[in-house]
């Protein structure tokens, strides 16, 4: 039946409004799936069910979409807006869905299975008993506690063909009780630097050697982006465990073996410290088990933060080589041996304003990421007290940073002081990278340069891999460690420097010119210097209790560290470590470094107590 009533193109109109809304929402949905997808099953899902139902929308809409006609239409059909209304509802919610599933999984974490990274294991023999425990996180890494019967580090880059091959037939002599057949089969492979492999071989000499042993666990990344970070830690904690155990520097030559844990680097700041609290929870698990003293870890804020309140109410003292948030002092069983954000800020401001000439300053810094909050905030306090002007805040996200997102805090900064001179960077390399890359170049602001605090030292973090060479004479940085602050200063150098490099480097000669010249083989960068000097205050705890006692526990280690001051501090590679009461390292020495035309790290001065005994604030 033909009809020209007026109502039926009332409802085609309406029926081509929702589906125009609909499939808007549907669109929506598509959109947000595939920006947040990041290889989840769960999205993945969602973006298929979006696409079906743009497409069921687009069906819907067809018939209502105008037609060229020879003549003008004289009918329509009439149809129902009812399946319109069920497609709307639908579009709704599947867009709710999609935008609150991100908060879901950040506030109700996915649990970790450990099918995956379990079945890695290599098989342990008879001679060996493993209390390994694995997981795979939500991003796929493996997260957990490995006793050798489990390899984290297995990134290619610096290594040989076949690397993860060959780690496994390694580990699986080391755990079979063949130490002699795996170190042979290793030093033929021509791995150098691999320090995971070295503490496993060292661990099952210690096993082998009959001398009373205690478990500490390193606790570090050692797979995904940052792995890097991981493998600077366990070379320091080795070459102070094979310094310690060759030497029996501790009563009754008691060795240290070595457990390492692996937290991840997650996708994000907020799951990294996710991923460490999960960690700690196993460590709290196999405490008994392992009979462990405690954890020498993490290296950002946020995780140290996160692992502490699971370590602390099980009493596990940790010692960790570079946290540095101001929020951390004072919290119980947290000990460190970098000097805090404050310090860095009280160290660097009279730099700025002095050596830099800084009259105009804007801080770009994240106000909810522990670290990049506690150093902005504390540069804030001390050059606003200090020049007795205010500076520009300028905020941003960290891992969210790009070019456009940049240029827009940059040239807010600009409007609001055109004559700005000096940006204080409070945060990681990586996130910097955007902002070194467009300092604007004209004669006006040749001279902007950018002040930040240690992690902008991370060279391998940089987007380049690199400092970007847009930045090349304008970057400035503090530091905790750096390996020529010895020959800076006219003093001789320790022998962790020289058994660094021969560890990494077999053919280096200690007393040749310049050997010291390539990072992760012969140049110890800050990460490795600072975990040498955790795991050396760890032990020096550990002999304070095994100078009167066969034995000892957690919380005598606990104990201990307080003790670690005065004649008792270690003289580190990165200065005197006299720990306060507050678990912080008194007076600890800073290091600022400028990055020149070329590209290379130039040493500018080195603040606070650097020798032991030299202070007369050494101790509280």
Known sequence: MRTDDPSNYQNNNRSRILAVVAGFFFLMSLTIGIISSQGSLYNLLTITIAIMGTAFTFFQLLPSLPRVRLSPPRWTFRRTSSPHYILLTCSIIMLVITVLQPVMQHLFPPPMVSDSCSAQMVKVGTAIVSDTKIAQAADGECIGISDGAFSFDVNPLERVSHYAQLKDQVLTKLNAGHVDEARALWQAAGVTNDAEMLIYLEDQRVLQSHYPYINIVLATILTGFEFNLGRDNAQGVYVAQKEINTSCALPRCTQIRILIANS???RNSGERATYASDLAAMIVQKAAAYRIAGVIGWTFSGQSISAIQVLAPAHIP????????????????????????SSQAKAVVPYAMQQLQAKKVAVFYDPTDSYSRSLGEAFIRTFESAAHKTVIKEFYTVGKTNTDYMI?????????????DLIYFSGYADDASPLLDILPTSPTYADLRVLGGDALYVTGSYRSGSYPPNAYGRLYFTAFAYPDEWTFQHLSPPRFFCEYATAFFAQTACSGPDPFTKYHYTRASSDVILAYDATLAFAQAAKIVLTNSPSLTP?????????????QAVQGASGQISLGPDGNPINKAVVILRVDAQGKEILESVQGCFLKGSCSNATP
């Open 264 to 266: 991840g680097s997650g």
């Open 318 to 341: 940790m010692v960790s080589p570079s946290a540095s948030s101001d929020s951390l002092t004072g919290t119980s069983y947290f000990w460190r041996v970098a000097a805090v954000d």
């Open 408 to 420: 827009s805090l940059l040239r807010d900064a600009l409007k609001q002081a055109p004559d700005l």
């Open 555 to 567: 919380d005598d280690i606990q104990q201990a560290l307080a003790k670690v001051q005065g004649n």
